[in-house]
């Protein structure tokens, strides 16, 4: 939604889905302040759950989402008129209001689940569907179409990585923005605004330089991830449907 305040994105993600290497993109606009997972720590010390760098997470952020939510549809950082919000969609509790999602632009970033699983359960043993946000992403964009009254943005990670310029034109002309080139490349390295876990998770994004080209995963998911991969699914595939394509 723009306003006085700026043009604020909030886009709904699950782990492993390159949108670390998307916020990256969005915060080498000149024009665009970044925010990363500001619910992550209010999400761990709600569940209690063991994630890696827990401790530190919650430590280092916010765990009132009343304050979290006051500072996202508040003023954009540094007067700019962007704002970038990088949010998981399961740090999205039930207890906390929506309301404020009528103040953001919600955008949506998918990603075939069996690739996310691959990658997630090298870091951390997932637990259900829910553990990787698929049914809340489906909730969350159900909710803002209802209010909206129309189809928000839903990018897949394929079709991205597919042609990167191409798709970040698309979704620039959806918001109403301009297309800027300095989304295509950034400088190597970690950021002051990525979350303390970054050391967990960021390795190759602070390697990056830009976006890589996709590469399908031949590896097969072991089988006891059969049961969260088949749950999954049906939530990706009622986003899929609606996702981003090129020439629509």
Same mark, same amino acid.
């Given at each position: 939604?723009?306003?006085?305040?700026?043009?604020?994105?909030?886009?709904?993600?699950?782990?492993? *889905?390159?949108? $670390?290497?998307?916020?990256?993109?969005?915060? *080498?606009?000149?024009?665009?302040?970044?925010?990363?997972?500001?619910?992550?720590? /209010? /999400?761990?010390?709600? $569940?209690?759950?063991?994630?890696?760098?827990?401790?530190?997470?919650?430590?280092?952020?916010? $765990?009132?989402?009343?304050?979290?939510?006051?500072?996202? $549809? =508040?003023?954009?950082?540094?007067?700019?008129?962007?704002?970038?919000?990088?949010?998981?969609?399961?740090? !999205?509790?039930? +207890?906390?209001?929506?309301?404020?999602?009528?103040?953001?632009? *919600?955008?949506?970033?998918?990603?075939? @689940?069996?690739?996310? !699983?691959?990658?997630?359960?090298?870091?951390?043993?997932?637990?259900?569907?829910?553990?990787?946000? /698929?049914?809340?992403?489906? +909730?969350?964009?159900?909710?803002?179409? +209802?209010?909206?009254?129309?189809?928000?943005?839903?990018?897949?990670?394929?079709?991205?990585?597919?042609? @990167?310029?191409?798709?970040?034109?698309?979704?620039?002309?959806?918001?109403?923005?301009?297309?800027? &080139?300095?989304?295509?490349?950034?400088?190597?390295?970690?950021?002051?605004?990525?979350?303390?876990?970054?050391?967990?998770?960021?390795?190759?994004?602070?390697?990056?330089? =830009?976006?890589?080209?996709?590469?399908?995963?031949?590896?097969?998911? @072991?089988? &006891? /991830?059969?049961?969260?991969?088949?749950?999954?699914?049906?939530?990706?595939?009622? !986003?899929?449907?609606?996702?981003?394509?090129?020439?629509?």
């Amino acid at each position: 939604m723009k306003s006085s305040k700026g043009l604020r994105i909030a886009c709904w993600s699950g782990p492993r *889905n390159i949108s $670390t290497a998307i916020m990256r993109a969005w915060e *080498n606009r000149p024009d665009c302040a970044v925010v990363d997972e500001p619910l992550y720590a /209010y /999400y761990l010390a709600e $569940t209690g759950l063991d994630h890696p760098g827990r401790d530190e997470i919650i430590a280092s952020g916010e $765990t009132d989402w009343r304050k979290v939510v006051a500072r996202l $549809t =508040g003023p954009v950082p540094d007067g700019k008129p962007v704002w970038y919000q990088k949010h998981m969609s399961h740090h !999205l509790l039930p +207890e906390i209001g929506r309301d404020w999602l009528k103040h953001v632009v *919600n955008c949506f970033l998918i990603r075939d @689940p069996h690739d996310v !699983l691959l990658s997630y359960s090298k870091k951390r043993i997932p637990d259900s569907a829910e553990d990787l946000g /698929y049914p809340q992403q489906v +909730e969350i964009f159900e909710l803002v179409c +209802e209010r909206a009254g129309e189809m928000p943005v839903v990018i897949d990670a394929r079709d991205f990585l597919a042609d @990167p310029e191409a798709m970040l034109r698309a979704w620039c002309q959806r918001l109403g923005l301009a297309f800027d &080139e300095a989304m295509l490349r950034w400088p190597p390295g970690r950021r002051e605004s990525d979350g303390v876990w970054a050391q967990h998770w960021y390795s190759a994004v602070e390697r990056s330089t =830009g976006f890589g080209p996709y590469r399908a995963r031949e590896e097969a998911l @072991p089988a &006891e /991830y059969d049961e969260i991969l088949q749950d999954c699914l049906p939530h990706y595939q009622r !986003l899929f449907e609606h996702r981003l394509r090129l020439g629509d």
